[in-house]
Each structure stands twice: as structure tokens, then as C-alpha cells.
């Protein structure tokens, strides 16, 4: 889960099951389901990682005539970097793309062209994931949840409504 209003699914081993040749197929039925049950329309974005999906999502799909896009690696030239505003890419707000303007990078583009040494060194571990992100590459892995891990104490307080610590 995203956020509340978002959801990545990895439906790869599932098309199968359901007779989907594609992962768009796969999506029209979810957005068929979801609005027979709920009675709303679903935007989805697909991608082969769910940064790409993410960018589908947001840059193509809520613009598309059948709320779907789709992103893959062989199209990032003509997506991904296509994108009018380093704000509109996943991950980089205002105030980091006024830093990245500072360096000279005014687009996705440029960020994909960019020196990742630099960008490591200005930004940490983030600019290195910026440079990856730019080229689209995302190694987030969707699996199980990893255990939640038990409490190791408990607190209960109460607020009195008054001091008590003299006698009246």
C-alpha cells in the first residue's frame, strides 16, 4: 500500500488464472470488478517495477481515455524523461528540485544525464536512487509484508482533571 487511496499489485503470475494475455487486460478486469462492486472508476498504472507503474499512474493514466497506462525500460526515453516537471516525477518535491536546479539539472532528462557521483555527493544514498529512478530502474521487491515484530512494552496513562498531589 502506497497511501491510503493507492495500491501496487505484482498480477505476473496471476494472468494466467484470470485468461489475461497482458497486464492491460489484467487491469480492465480489475477497473470492471471494482466498479460493478464499489461503483467507482480505478485509474492504473503499469510498469515493470512499481516506480514505473507509479510514474504510469500519475503521468498517464489520469489523463488517459481508459484511465490505463503503461510504462515499461524500452519506452523510460520517451516517458520518463518526457516529463514536463522534475515535480511531476516520483519522489522529488519542491525544495529538492530547486537543490537539483542549482546543479544545473532542470528536467528528468538531465537527471538521467547527470554525473552520479556528484549527485551522491550532494544528496547521499538519495541522489544515487534519483540517478536509478531516472533511468527507471527500481529494485523495490513486492512480496509479503515482513513480520511485525511483537510490542516489547506496554504504557497506559490517564490525565486526572485536577492536581491531586496536596489534600484539600
Given at each position: 500500500m502506497f497511501s491510503v487511496d493507492e495500491s501496487f499489485l505484482d498480477v505476473t503470475a496471476s494472468l494466467s488464472y484470470?485468461?489475461?494475455?497482458?497486464?492491460?487486460?489484467?487491469?480492465?478486469?480489475?477497473?470492471?470488478?471494482?466498479?460493478?462492486?464499489?461503483?467507482?472508476?480505478?485509474?492504473?498504472?503499469i510498469g515493470d517495477n512499481p516506480l514505473l507503474a507509479k510514474l504510469a499512474l500519475d503521468n498517464g493514466a489520469k489523463h488517459s481515455p481508459d484511465f490505463i497506462a503503461e510504462w515499461r525500460y524500452d519506452r523510460v526515453p520517451d516517458t520518463v524523461w518526457q516529463l514536463p516537471s522534475l515535480t511531476d516525477f516520483c519522489g522529488i518535491g519542491r525544495r529538492m528540485?530547486?537543490?537539483?536546479?542549482?546543479?544545473?539539472?532542470?528536467?528528468?532528462?538531465?537527471?538521467?544525464?547527470?554525473?552520479?557521483h556528484l549527485l551522491q555527493e550532494t544528496f547521499g544514498v538519495m541522489g544515487l536512487q534519483l540517478y536509478a529512478h531516472s533511468w527507471?530502474?527500481?529494485?523495490?521487491?513486492?512480496?509479503?509484508?515482513?513480520?511485525?515484530?511483537?510490542?516489547k512494552s506496554f504504557g497506559n496513562s490517564q490525565i486526572l482533571p485536577r492536581d491531586y498531589a496536596r489534600r484539600d
Open positions: 484470470f485468461h489475461c494475455e497482458t497486464a492491460y487486460k489484467m487491469a480492465r478486469i480489475i477497473q470492471r470488478v471494482v466498479y460493478n462492486h464499489v461503483g467507482i472508476y480505478v485509474t492504473v498504472g528540485a530547486k537543490r537539483l536546479n542549482r546543479l544545473g539539472i532542470d528536467s528528468v532528462y538531465e537527471l538521467a544525464q547527470a554525473n552520479p527507471g530502474i527500481d529494485r523495490t521487491f513486492l512480496g509479503k509484508k515482513a513480520p511485525h515484530k511483537a510490542e
